[in-house]
């Protein structure tokens, strides 16, 4: 057995996991990917004395199946031939992966810096002699946006290379966020005392506009480690606050898109309305992007009748409302439908392809949901609907918003239902099991936020691996605006509104 | 046309008419009051993810803090309370550090005094440039948000504008991260000579979380000093605003 298969609640023993060549590794990756249809979820490296161990894990979208082995470098190996040239998802990772550990895949057709980290191994030079391609000739120019943006955003650097107003190249260079947050929250587990070794805290600050998303994925690795079932109520409320964020910021999301266009007016009404669902977070547990709720076993704050009622109260009014402005600022205005429509194509090879996730891939037909594959929490019980649509231009990334919108705002109403008065977390005591790797996942609005912790022979923990939906699809961006109009680049941004911090770390 | 009118009906009227007196509703978390009952079991201290709360006497540092609550959940002798109250700027690092003797009502008072010189250059029009250098993307969101409609601080002639060369000042957000120190320090340099600096979020003020990691550079804040300090994790707008409001003398 080459592959450990195994399920994603649960916990693996590190001497479990297969061992293989690279030569075997190649082939089985290459047809698994290719030809058996499986997403590869992560790709990172673990240091253990002098060698790296490399760890893979795939999943098989059909039968919520996880398949995760490993390869061993010793300290004299640095090099390995690439994957990306069969396996282009791979790209990012693999550079990733050179960066953390020093060693180079040979013959990857861009290996570029990922973050420019101080305690990278390869890092050389500085962020602002990042190696960008260059085009020449006639009527060509280029135009280099960034890090510091003109509306109140992340910082990222692009750089168009354009024909006329044409878009013949886009070049995103990102790492300007680069805090080291996954040695931060290693560092703060294992030198605080045994009486609180869990910080949803530092999660949540993974990217602020999914905080419950990746507090909710920290929590659930903490709790597979140590085997601990939360309350049903406390998974009620991570669903409920998980699908109120996925809401707030698809509906803020269709703001800066009109905006984006000039219509201020529809762009005002949808971010009043945003402000309405956070502002119902903030009655749940005191914070406007869900922070501070989610703790190891379970949530902070419980909901009772009364605020119950309110947040009823509130989704019927936005719900209600967004139903009657949809079609009068999008689907009936001629003049929005014509920069949103055919703007920005991925198409569904393309998609699959660069294995892009979330919204963005599943507007372009590629069906992938963690919620209805690997189902967990809530989601196990009552599923949530998985959206599809086909076209991938702008128009589908923004209509798909509105519709899991709309299921977001039932799914809340389904689950208000069921919420019973009731404990809400379970005191989580105890240290980390020696040797293992825990893995979970759920999908945020961006798309897959994926955790995975490893902990060394002592029970400390020595990896943890964060990856952001962002990650998957930045490159996704950079296609999307291909043969576009350089005018057309704010609108294709919104419309995959990516994280640059959850990116850089 | 007849569409924007109806949009225009549905909208209906949305902005906060007072933005001095409206309130925060619980269970909002900030400012801290602390009961003079500490037993020294020091589980505040131990439990903070950001080393604000320090015991004996209990002090906790609201440019540290990320306002999780986590101290005032464990505290056996109930001795931490986050109230709703949310103007918590201060216009220097040491007032931000709360004791046990500090009142709200004094610290509200005194927390930021309004400078002459700003009020005179900047107190009818303050454009602001922000500058994220590693920052969640939450405080940015709450900086956009006080330009919504909803608190709409451009009536006090406060905005946000799109170049740091037409700006009177920068508002930092994020722990400052080294890969940004230098469009950092570019953009302040851009910004007109009697500029200020707003330091937004415990990130920024301090590091926060972050504080202690090696991917950091402050240097930045070693050499200019933030006239404004905005604690919160994130910065509610209200907060922001009313900081802001009094830094300029406003009533």
New interface residues.
Partial sequence: MNWKRFNCSALIKTHDIPVVTMEDLRIELTAKVRIEDKRVLAFFGVKRGDSNILYIILGDDTISRLFITSVEFDKDTRSYRSFTPDVPSLQLFEREFFEETGIEPEGHPWLKPV?????QITRTG???QYPFYSMDGDEIHEVAVG??H??????GHFRFMCHGENVYHLEIQL???????E??LI??TNS??E??IF?P??A??????S?VAHASVYASVMEILTKTEIPHNAMIIRAICLELERAAVHI?DLAAILNDIGFL??S??F??LR?LII?TS??I?????G??LIRAGGV??GITPDLSAQILGNINTVQK?IE??IP??ML??PSVLTRLEGTGIVDKDTARLIGMVGPAARASGVPIDIRTDYPSGMYRHYPARKIVLEKGDVFARSYIRYIEMMHSFNYIREQLDIIQNGEVFTRVTGKLPADALALSMTEGWRGEVIHVAVTDDNGKLIRYKIKDPSFNNWYGLALAVRDNGISDFPLCNKSFNL???GHDL | MINLVRTRIIQGRQYIKDLRKAEIKPPFRGFPFIKNNCGGCALCEDSCPSGAVKISPVKIDLGRCTFCGECQRLCPDHGIDFSVLHKISADTREKLVISMETGYQEYNKTAVEARKEIRKLFGRSLKLRSVSAGGCSACEMELNACSNVNFDMGRFGIEIVASPKHADGIIITGPLTENMAKALYDSYLCTTPHRIIIAMGSCAISGGIFDGSSELNREFLNEFKPDLYIPGCPVHPLTFINGVLDLLGKK
Avoid at chain 1, 115 to 119: A, F, V
Avoid at chain 1, 204 to 209: L, N, Q, T, Y
């Fill in positions: 973050r420019y980290g101080k305690e500085l962020i602002e890090p510091v003109a509306g109140v955003i992340e910082p790492g300007y966020q680069h805090r080291g947050i040695r931060v560092d703060k605080f005392s009486k609180s910080f805290q530092i949540e600050k993974i990217a602020g506009d905080a803020g007016m529809g005002s009404t971010g009043a402000t502002n903030l009655l547990c005191g914070s406007r992007f922070m501070g902070n704050f409302k009657k402005l009068l600022t009936e205005q994280s640059y911090c």
